[in-house]
């Protein structure tokens, strides 16, 4: 987990001049908007169980993008993932909290505002957090980093007035935009089907997604994503080219955190509730983080696509396997020594990590690179 | 196609009873969230066999309303996120949760059965619970638990006003109740409390205890795990310190008796509302026969009469719904509103819910350890009230 | 843009005991092609590491025209018309060829992340023409056909060739080449010997370079300063210095019977 | 002595480097082996000293033989341990220990504890400075420094046959001569060398076989002095290092000529 | 007083804990630069295997059989796994552990069920008293053992070339071949002496005393608190394994009565975060450095 920019395990593609938009590209387009349009439909098939799941793989979709382009493209290893997902929950509950509660701390905003302002918060947090990173290298930042994890844990359980405590948490405001209610206030149908709190989350979890997604496939391909490379891969090298290093990094922690920020929001919304109990196990506890690095590990560092399939593994299979077990009746022996559905389901995730090492170091995009080759060519890991 | 609206209201159903959701001509569905994976599979697993006891021994008798029990039970592993995509998917088969394990499972799920009517019992004990009122807590609650306690403690000799005492408390729900009792009986009798907070996973209190020892504390009042309650009791002896320790309903469990804890035990006592394994009352008796002959792999807990006591109160509503001839959610809602003296054989005290905000008893029994009967434990005092718990007002009491 | 001269003053370096710079003068004249020899170990790379602001001199200064640029932020001789090459070329191995020399380009263009994730107009703009520039510099380098192969899929040769021409992505007043032509063969070098005396002449640029190649530094260079434990013990036109005795005993060493013992 | 035969490798699925080398060093030659960047010298290298796995490579056809004895299924260490050493290329010193640390890694390998005493003593001689620097981390060594320091540690086993990757990369032209000498030193001890190297004149002058490789095949093999004569070669690779004025002047010209056909660079208008 | 110097007793055992498992990050790391995120469940696998065999090979033999196991478990994870993966990164590898950890660790709590055996028989729960202040014997025998095999190791590590050989291939997996490092040994004996001091571990930890838990899920999660010591001491170096240990032993006993217990856990996250920022590598671990 050194620095070490190790050119064994370079995955080496085979060079090929090809320029950026031929036939490849438009056909990726193609299989991407077909995708987009899969997942707009949706809702108007799958039982509220199922959307459930998969908006919560839309979350780990947001927070684990935002992982890969600190970790994979900035090369900083952080483990503070949990503390910035506990922080823009946080933020999104107060800020949108109502202003005249006896004792806790609101400011009545607009559920937008409150959105765009807890994505800032836990920017700034990250940013803050920038000039200890910035010291600290490999694996000795990631474990740095986990420390936020424990003090935010402690901080957020005993800031009562901001959390609800670890009593009773604190519900979140329900989001609105512009007026329109995304809970289960209002008649509205598409096809028949009623569009309720479910269907109505998915489609905003979806728009933010969609909008996480470009922006950080832009930012990738672009001059900020080079810098977070060079900074990754050699830092006087960076810094000969006119990068300011701890600029960078403290610019790319700032995103990584938005994101986490956004992440956090999108999982208060989830879970109707922020209560941030039980260190260990809980939602904003180590081995969330964990799970995010699980995601853009299996995904492949610094991909940004591998981070939404990473996702979906890891946030989505417990889930979806939970469901299915329960439908299909599998596993349901009960009694001290029984394979439940839950530790089928963690065998599967902990299988899946070693597999995807075992058998393909470079995540699942090296493999998603492969199958696309004979579309895209010799372009950088995005 | 896609798919369809769900259908709302009740229907006619048999026997001229209105019903929605989980009911049918012949048969009615509970549902029970448990966990079977997690850290608290032991009493779960208790409570859930409490629970199959109980729906075996009602459908030999020819059921409820005419129709037969079923049980639909999922294990979420006490997290809080599978629990969330599993209640949509439960949601639409049953009629009221008998069961839903965990504290933060219960927060996160609050929204959802109030909005879809669902009567629940947690298996947590909280007053804060009661701001919800399709909870059904089954028993009295934490905060009443610790009042009573330490009247008991007092009561006894172990204990006057202006002492010292420390207590112990997972952070959270549980813990907060229960220190909510604390301080609430430390106010009326002047005692200077220490307050330890700790998390579910802090398992060696030997620091907590060295340090209460430096305060002088006459006793120590816990709201812990069971493995926290057996450091908690070894140290007190370690360090020779030798106070009383007195926790909630759920800080013992039998397995203490094989810790090297064991021979520590002697100073802890335990209040609850529900009666050990062992109790010599009738009901529980029968209970215990059952729980034998049903064959099951695990040790019998405090779970196993809990869990029949919690179906026994169901069946009672269920009864009460009825013959209101309203099996819908709300029916049922209206029918515990109704059910003033829940009669579980003394498995646990008389539960009145016509109180909202309000919990249903306030009578406890004392306990203590005891390796050699089943389920580790013997009363030695009844259900009693004591005055403190009877004047103090829950947090969402109206 | 030839106008700006570099002059190091006086610059002293120590690393614990070590005296890697010991007051160290030259300067590198406006449009010259400056070369920096010397045994290994001598503190060429360290002189470059105090240029570019990666060591601290603990004594002299470094100025590059009116500026005194000694003990800038390394990041800023970019911006200044600076450009460098690494002698152990540090490319980020994964990314391509294309990709590294526009890193090059960073301190010419604009956008932070929400502007190159919105991938507004002008930032599309300004990727293309500078992508243009960046092709058109690979091409110059002969790595035309290589533009989208990852760093590490090359040939060493190759390698060297890209680290040049992400340094001259910078569009530099100045730049510095260390040991450009390790690695390569006689035919290469001979190239790369013209590559940048094309570079100087058609950009009209400062080059100070470091090489042991001596067929490439006396073939190219006008003028070179030799540095030997940290001191400089010769600095003139190429012949002179190749016929200084010192330099000879020193560095070169070619019909040298007495030169064993010194290292 | 060392036999490659019919030697093939490929790198990752579809990168074919070597296809089909023949290749013999005696137990008392040394081995020049030129070719331009990518002819597939290092990995020549990296086949016979067992590391091509490590670089995504492997060997698909051919056999490596040393003594009788079938290297291309050994691992690293166990080449090694047939006497087998290299200096891979870039040096790869252990940048995060100290000099003395690196030379005792290289003694790992090395058959007895007195042959491991005789090397460190030979070490030092030959390269004083790794003496002076024992306690600096090895990392911050100048370029050169590096490069002596690699040497040493390949001698720190007693290698029975050296394998070179371009040992005169970064080295001042008094160091490369001194190289030379070395590798003559070290073959006179009887240890055979097989020497990677781009400065045609340095590894013709100390070798006494040659052979050159022009993408993945073995373009020529001959003496080195026969080889030192051939016209390709001298303008190849012996150019930089011409004897004769004239000679480098005919360069320079070709090569304007070939830059002639190509674009030039114009400065950048903002 | 009483109390202070009782908590630094208390601090100071459990800190000879610590520094067993923060050494068995230490090696592991030192070979392969792989952050073994398995440890815990070497742990508990070594625990397991006393509570299987207890019954009928007695407690010793139980133990004995207990330590072994978590060694050979580390290795078979190493052959069997690790090795396969060579052109993985470290990074990548310590995904891997974190996959091997999950399967171990549910396995064996599932096996485990509802019981929470203790597994310290020959010392658990024994305190001895001396004057005022109480000494659990499972810490003075945990500070005997530890203090014994950290010495060992210091020594292999100072006089033989198996220390040289793990740094070298931890840094250079290429140069070390060719050095003649054999590679496979280094990497199976460092995995081999972690899990053995895993096994060893857990003899102290599934206590009354030290973890005041039997042998569950929390076992786990004890193991990876030896995290921050092995950071706090510098990840690659023996003395810092010890001296992080005791560090965090005595910063957890200590914030518990002066700040807060709840405080604890952050008091010692946060000391690593101090030590890091003065100290980026540790108080004892290798600076990075790199030049160009
Ligand atoms: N960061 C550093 N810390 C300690 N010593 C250093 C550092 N950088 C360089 N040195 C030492 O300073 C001296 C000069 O090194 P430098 O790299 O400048 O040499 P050089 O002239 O470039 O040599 P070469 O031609 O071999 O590359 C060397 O002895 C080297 O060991
Ligand atoms: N790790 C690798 N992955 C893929 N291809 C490689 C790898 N290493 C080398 N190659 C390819 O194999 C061929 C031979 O490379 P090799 O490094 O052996 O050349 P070389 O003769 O040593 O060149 P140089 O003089 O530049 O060192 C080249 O085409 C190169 O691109
Ligand atoms: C069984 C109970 C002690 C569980 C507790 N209410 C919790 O979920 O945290
Ligand atoms: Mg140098
Ligand atoms: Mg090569």
């Known amino acids: 987990m050194s620095e070490r920019t190790d050119t064994l395990d370079t995955p080496v593609t085979p060079p090929s001049p090809k320029p950026r938009r031929d036939l490849g590209w438009w056909i990726r387009l193609a299989l991407w908007l077909a995708l987009f349009v899969v997942l707009l439909a949706l ?246 983080s964990i799970a995010y690095l699980a995601m853009i590990i299996i995904g492949g560092l610094g991909s940004v696509s591998g981070a939404l399939v990473g996702a979906v593994l890891v946030n989505g299979l417990p889930q979806v396997l939970a469901l299915y077990s329960t439908d299909l009746g599998w596993f349901t022996s009960t009694g001290e020594n029984a394979f439940t559905p839950i530790l089928i389901s963690s065998f599967v995730y902990g299988a899946a990590i070693v597999l995807v090492v075992l058998f393909e170091p470079g995540g699942l995009a090296a493999i998603g690179r492969r199958i696309t080759g004979l579309t895209r060519r010799g372009k950088d890991p995005t | 196609g896609t798919k369809g609206g769900g259908s709302d209201g009740g229907t006619e159903g048999a026997g001229g009873v209105q019903t929605d959701v989980g009911v049918t001509d012949s048969e009615i569905t509970l549902g029970v969230m448990t966990d079977q994976t997690g850290p ?316 909202p905000g309000a919990p249903a008893t306030r009578e406890v029994y004392v306990a203590k350890p005891d390796a050699s009967v089943d389920g580790g434990m013997t009363y030695i005092k009844q259900l009693f009230e004591s005055e403190e718990a009877k004047a103090y007002k829950a947090p969402h009491q109206e | 843009m030839s106008g700006a001269e570099l002059a190091v003053e006086d610059v002293t370096l120590r690393f614990g005991g070590l005296r890697a710079l010991d007051s160290v003068s030259f300067a590198v004249r406006p449009g010259s092609l400056h070369a920096l020899i010397g045994p290994n170990g001598a503190g060429k790379s360290s002189c470059f590491n105090v240029i570019s602001g990666l060591y601290r001199a603990g004594q002299g200064r470094v100025r590059f025209g009116e500026h005194d640029i000694t003990g800038i932020r390394p990041n800023r001789l970019a911006k200044r018309g600076i450009g460098r090459a690494f002698q152990n070329a540090a490319l980020s191995p994964q990314s391509t060829v294309l990709d590294n020399v526009m890193l090059g380009r960073y301190a010419l263009t604009r956008g932070g992340f929400l502007a190159c994730g919105l991938q507004l107009p002008w930032v599309r703009k300004q990727e293309r023409r500078h992508t243009e520039r960046a092709a058109e510099i690979c091409d110059f380098l002969g790595l035309g056909a290589a533009l989208h192969t990852p760093a590490a899929a090359l040939p060493y040769g190759a390698v060297k060739r890209v680290d040049i021409a992400r340094a001259l992505a910078v569009e530099p007043a100045l730049l510095l080449l260390d040991e450009p032509a390790a690695g390569m063969n006689a035919a290469e070098t001979a190239e790369l010997a013209d590559t940048i005396r094309e570079i100087r002449e058609e950009l009209d640029i400062s080059i100070l370079l470091v090489e042991h190649d001596m067929g490439l530094v006396m073939g190219i260079a006008d003028r070179v300063t030799v540095l030997d434990f940290g001191r400089v013990i010769a600095d003139g036109p190429p012949a002179d210095v190749q016929s200084d005795p010192e330099v000879v005993r020193a560095y070169l060493g070619t019909d040298s019977s007495d030169g064993t013992e010194a290292g | 002595m060392l036999t490659v035969r019919n030697l093939r490798v490929r790198y990752g699925r579809s990168v074919s480097a070597l296809h089909g080398i023949d290749l013999d060093v005696p137990d008392d030659g040394v081995l020049a082996v030129l070719g331009s960047n990518g002819a597939g010298k290092s990995t020549l290298l990296r086949a016979i000293s067992g590391t091509l796995g490590l670089h995504r490579g492997s060997v698909v056809g051919g056999e490596i033989h040393y003594d009788g004895k079938r290297l291309d299924k050994l691992d690293p260490a166990a080449i090694v341990r047939q006497g087998i050493v290299g200096v891979p290329e870039g040096r790869q010193i252990f940048a995060r220990m100290s000099v003395a640390e690196n030379l005792r890694a290289g003694g790992i390998g090395a058959r007895s504890p007195t042959e491991r005493a005789a090397a460190s003593r030979r070490v030092h001689e030959l390269f004083p400075v790794l003496t002076d620097r024992a306690g600096q981390r090895a990392g911050l060594l100048s370029g050169g420094e590096q490069q002596m320091l690699a040497i040493g540690r390949a001698l720190m086993s007693s290698p029975r046959l050296l394998l070179l990757d371009e040992p005169s990369l970064g080295l001042a032209p008094k160091i490369v001569e001194r190289i030379s000498a070395i590798i003559r030193d070290i073959h006179e001890q009887g240890t055979a060398v097989v020497l990677v190297e781009q400065n045609a004149v340095m590894a013709l002058g100390v070798a006494d076989h040659a052979a050159v490789l022009e993408v993945g095949t073995l373009a020529l093999a001959a003496p080195a002095r026969e080889l030192a004569e051939s016209e390709d070669v001298q303008r190849l690779y012996l150019g930089g290092h011409a004897e004769s004025e004239a000679e480098a002047e005919r360069q320079v010209e070709a090569a304007h000529e070939q830059r002639a056909a190509k674009r030039g660079l114009s400065r950048w208008s903002g | 007083m009483d109390t202070f110097v009782q908590l630094v007793v208390n601090g100071l055992g459990k800190g000879a804990v610590f520094a067993l498992l923060a050494l068995g990050f230490v090696i592991i790391f030192k070979a392969t630069e792989v952050v073994n995120f398995a440890h815990g469940s070497l742990v508990l696998f070594g625990g397991y295997l006393v509570v299987a065999t207890r019954e009928t090979l007695g407690w010793a033999g139980a133990a004995v059989v207990g330590v072994l196991s978590a060694g050979l478990l580390a290795l078979l994870v190493e052959r069997l796994l690790l090795s396969r993966s060579k052109l993985a990164s470290p990074f990548s590898l310590a995904l891997l552990t974190i996959g091997v950890d999950v399967i171990i660790t549910e396995e064996i709590v599932r096996r485990l069920g509802v019981s929470l055996p203790f597994i310290g028989d020959a010392w658990d729960a024994q305190p001895i008293q001396v004057g005022d202040v109480t000494m659990f014997r499972t810490h003075l025998v945990a500070i005997v053992v530890a203090t014994v095999l950290i010495t060992l190791f210091f020594l292999a590590f100072r006089y033989s070339n198996w220390g040289i050989a793990m740094r070298a291939q931890a840094e250079n997996k290429e140069a070390a071949a060719l050095s003649g490092v054999r590679s496979w040994i280094v990497t199976s004996s460092a995995w081999l002496v972690a899990g053995l001091l895993a096994g060893v571990a857990v003899l102290f930890i599934a206590t009354q005393d030290f973890s005041g838990a039997g042998l569950s899920r929390g076992t786990h999660s004890i193991a990876l608190a030896a995290f921050p010591a092995a950071i706090i001491g510098g990840l690659d170096s023996t003395a810092g394994a010890v001296v992080g240990g005791l560090i965090v032993g005595l910063v957890d006993a200590l914030s518990t009565e002066y700040v807060s217990f709840a405080f604890a856990k952050s008091a010692v996250f946060l000391v690593m975060l101090v030590v890091l920022v003065v100290r980026p590598s540790g108080l004892f671990g290798t600076k990075e450095t790199t030049r160009v």
């Open chain 1, 43 to 288: 809702p108007l098939y799958l039982e509220a169980q199922w959307l459930k799941a998969g908006q919560y793989m839309m979350v780990g979709a947001v927070g684990a993008m935002g992982l890969t382009l600190l970790t994979g493209q900035a090369g900083q290893l952080s483990l503070a993932h949990a503390f910035f997902l506990l922080a823009g929950a946080t933020s999104y509950t107060v800020l949108s909290g109502p202003a005249d509660d006896p004792e806790l701390v609101g400011f009545g905003l607009d559920p937008l505002l409150a959105l765009v302002g807890a994505v800032a918060v836990t920017a700034v947090l990250g940013l803050a957090f920038a000039p200890v990173a910035a010291r600290l290298r490999g694996i000795y930042l990631g474990v740095a980093s986990l420390a936020l994890v424990f003090l935010g844990l402690y901080l957020g359980q005993s800031a009562e007035s901001l959390t609800g405590g670890t009593s009773t948490g604190r519900p979140p405001a329900a989001f609105e935009l512009f007026g329109f209610p995304f809970s289960n206030e209002g008649e509205l149908e598409i096809l028949g089907v009623p569009i309720r709190e479910t269907e109505r989350v998915w489609y905003l979890f979806l728009a933010l997604v969609v909008v996480a997604f470009l922006l950080a496939r832009g930012a990738v391909s672009g001059r900020i994503g080079r810098a977070w490379r060079a900074v990754r891969d050699n830092e006087a090298a960076a810094a000969a080219m006119g990068i300011s290093v701890p600029g960078v990094k403290a610019g790319v922690f700032a995103v990584s955190s938005a994101y986490a920020g956004l992440a956090g929001v999108m999982t208060v919304l989830w879970f109707d509730i922020l209560k941030p109990d039980e260190s260990e196990f809980g939602t904003y506890g180590i081995n969330v």
């Open chain 2, 40 to 355: 608290f599979k032991a009493l779960s697993t208790g409570i859930t066999h409490g629970n199959e006891l109980w729906v075996e021994d009602v459908n030999a008798d020819g059921g409820i309303c005419g129709r037969d029990l079923k049980l639909e039970i999922v294990d979420h592993g006490y997290k809080a996120d599978t629990a969330k995509t599993l209640y949509p998917q439960i949601e639409p088969k049953v009629l009221g949760l008998v069961q839903l394990v965990g504290s933060p499972v219960t927060a996160a799920l609050s929204d959802d059965l109030e909005a879809d009517e669902m009567t629940t019992t947690p298996t947590s004990w909280s007053s804060e619970l009661l701001s919800n009122p399709y909870l059904m807590v089954v028993g009295t609650t934490y905060d009443v638990e610790m009042i009573n306690g330490l009247s008991y403690l007092q009561e006894e000799g172990m204990l006057s006003d202006g002492d010292t005492i420390g207590h112990i408390y997972i952070d959270g729900e549980y813990g907060a109740n229960g220190l909510r009792g604390a301080r609430y009986y430390a106010e009326q009798h002047d005692l200077n409390l220490r307050e330890v907070k700790i998390t579910s996973s802090d398992n060696d209190l030997t620091n907590v205890v060295t340090g209460l020892r430096g305060q002088g504390v006459k006793a120590i009042t816990l709201t812990t795990t069971p493995t926290q309650t057996g450091s908690v009791a070894a140290a007190n002896k370690a360090l020779g310190l030798n106070v009383p320790i007195l926790g909630n309903n759920p800080t013992f469990d039998p397995l203490l008796h094989n810790s090297p804890a064991a021979d520590a035990l002697d100073d802890l006592h335990v209040v609850a509302s529900s009666v050990p394994f062992s109790a010599d009352i009738p009901k529980m008796k029968d209970v215990a026969q059952k729980f034998d002959a049903a064959g099951y792999t695990e040790p019998p807990n405090a779970g196993v009469p809990y869990g029949y006591a919690v179906a026994e109160v169901w069946g009672a509503v269920l009864e009460r719904a009825c013959e209101n001839g309203d099996l819908t959610r709300s029916g049922v809602h209206d029918a515990l509103r109704e059910t003033t003296s829940a009669d579980t054989g003394d498995l646990v005290a008389k539960l009145d819910f016509s109180t």
